[in-house]
């Protein structure tokens, strides 16, 4: 897509949508859990009413649920509606930061609120990229249970023989890890708990031959889903206070990739130091959660 396509008129239009809010509500039935439970190979109990979603499960629930005709060609709700409609061709879930202030429950409706922060255009390396931050507030019983800022970046498509950015070490020594082999089964159950019809999950000939990846690529937010099981799984019981990530470089279906984890350095206040390599020992997601002490 075209620089001239984000010129500030462009930038100005896209900034509209600041301020622009939607209200959704769903229920957060047992069923979606235990099958998340399943698809990341987790041994837990049966989910019963009242028991907590899991931290990030929550991105289980409140999907949109457009009709198929309302979808682009990518599998992706056509520009438009809430977001802003930003004129580039590949959407990212880029990062974002989470406050659990008191759990979801199962066996209840709750409301997800969801307001657009922010709309920064910007101009790097590889051309036009915008950045849009959407703050969801998470309801049940009339209570704040969860706050989350989400950020997402649309760039336009790589530029013949440009040179592959610089990879990123490991940010600290990991003191507990996790090899994780991905396949087309993980990738599609996860993308229909979500209902997520972005073909570059599933569809390996869309995202070789028309998007140009490697193979299929790995979610981010089930990147970060298995950075915060990873916690769950070395400190049983902990019970997290917030979380924070940012993905670095995408995660294929070709090879396994490796999860860490480490207490954060000089931290007294339940700081965990989290991150993702791909098979190349490159850093894919770096994170950070605190948890209650």
Not at 1 to 11: G, Q
Not at 145 to 170: F, M, S, T, W
Not at 268 to 277: F, M, N, V
């Amino acid at each position: 897509m075209a620089d001239s396509l984000l010129d500030e008129s462009e930038a100005e239009h896209l900034k509209r949508w600041i301020g622009r809010s939607e209200t959704t509500r769903d229920d957060i039935v047992a069923a979606q859990i235990a099958a998340m439970s399943a698809t990341i190979d987790r041994d837990d109990p049966p989910p019963a009413p009242g028991d907590p979603v899991p931290p990030l499960w929550h991105w289980l629930f409140f999907m949109p649920r457009m009709r198929r005709s309302a979808l682009g060609r990518d599998g992706h709700p056509a520009l438009g509606g809430f977001l802003p409609p930003v004129p580039l061709p590949r959407r990212m879930w880029a990062g974002g930061r989470l406050e659990w202030l008191t759990p979801l429950k199962i066996g209840g409706a709750a409301d997800k609120t969801s307001t657009v922060k922010d709309v920064q255009v910007k101009h790097g390396k590889t051309g036009p990229l915008v950045f849009v931050t959407v703050l969801h507030e998470f309801r049940q019983d009339g209570a704040l249970c969860l706050r989350e800022e989400h950020d997402i970046v649309y760039r336009g498509y790589d530029r013949p023989g440009a040179p592959p950015p610089k990879p990123l070490p490991a940010p600290a020594e990991p003191e507990f890890s996790r090899t994780v082999t991905p396949d087309p089964v993980l990738l599609f159950r996860y993308s229909a708990l979500t209902f997520n019809g972005h073909r570059i999950h599933y569809d390996r000939s869309f995202c070789t031959e028309e998007e140009g990846y490697p193979g299929l690529i790995f979610h981010g937010p089930l990147t970060a889903t298995l950075l915060v099981d990873l916690v769950r799984t070395e400190i049983p019981g902990a019970e997290l206070r917030s979380f924070q990530f940012r993905a670095v470089s995408p995660l294929f279906d070709t090879a396994p990739l490796t999860i860490h984890g480490c207490k954060t350095p000089q931290s007294a206040d339940g700081a965990y130091t989290l991150w993702a390599l791909n098979p190349e020992g490159a850093l894919a997601m770096q994170a950070e959660a605190r948890i209650a002490v």
